[in-house]
């Protein structure tokens, strides 16, 4: 059997794009061997999960420490114990200091709630419903990223589009695009780990070309 790639996974809540993670690794779909999973916030759902799964898991409190570049050097000692080549933020809702994102340049993913540029930072399902009855908008979804300094800024990789419908609630929006993330996010994994997918200058870089334009789960031939 070859090798599985290592990665560690970051969460602060629920965890269901870790299960989608879990899910995937379980299958001949996704040759990943997660080394932990580490949460910010003590006993999320997410913990509980990953244990069920048999996978270390560890808690590193943000509130236990006085600035957070102290928070982050402890997280990064504890990921890098791992020895990841590929970092996964999955629901991790802690801002990150530029030292702590350009150690894993090019090696962090992030899944964000929305169609990246769109809405970058908090509350995106309730702005897109905003848009939505304002009359600037009828797709929403998610999107998988590199992490760069640029909060939600940095390239993206793959999107997935849901409808948004006249009787929506931010959480029946929030739900719909769930469904979404857990397809995207263990396929861009399985990209990343395979080889096909860097970043150099930037740039996403998949099958050795620069990726031009975002991909869209949608127009994909699977
Ligand atoms: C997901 O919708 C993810 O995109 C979002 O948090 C949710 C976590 O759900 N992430 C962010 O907003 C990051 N800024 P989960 O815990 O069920 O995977």
């Known amino acids: 059997m070859p090798e599985q790639f290592p990665v560690v996974i970051l969460i602060s809540g629920g965890g269901s794009n870790l299960q989608a993670i879990i899910d995937a ?3 001949d779909d996704l040759a990943i061997d997660i080394r932990a999973v ?5 006993e999320v759902h997410g913990l509980a999960r990953a244990q069920k799964a048999g996978i270390p898991t560890e808690v ?5 420490f006085t600035c957070r570049e102290d ?4 997280l990064q000692t504890a990921i890098d114990g791992y020895q990841p080549k590929l970092v996964i933020l999955a629901g991790f809702m802690r801002l990150l200091s530029d030292d702590f994102v350009n150690h894993y340049r090019g090696r962090m993913l992030n899944i964000h709630p929305s169609l990246l540029p769109d809405f970058k930072g908090l509350n995106t399902h309730q702005r897109a419903l905003e848009a939505y009855r304002a009359g600037t908008l009828t ?3 998610g999107s998988v990223h590199f992490v760069t300094p640029d909060l939600d800024g940095g390239p993206v990789i793959l999107r997935a589009s849901v409808p948004v419908k006249d009787d929506d609630s931010p959480e029946s929006l929030a739900a719909r695009v769930l469904v979404r993330e857990h397809q995207i996010y263990p396929l861009v994994i399985r990209w990343f780990a395979e080889g096909r997918l860097s970043l150099k200058d930037n740039q996403a870089i998949f099958d050795g070309q620069p990726l031009k334009q975002t991909l869209s789960f949608d127009d994909l031939a699977l």
Do not use: E, W
Request: hydrophobic fraction near 35%; glycine fraction near 4%; charged fraction near 15%.
């Open 71 to 74: 928070f982050d050097a402890a």
């Open 139 to 141: 797709q929403h979804g």
């Open 38 to 42: 580490i949460s910010n916030v003590p």
């Open 60 to 64: 590193i409190k943000h509130t236990d």
């Open 25 to 27: 690794a379980q299958t």
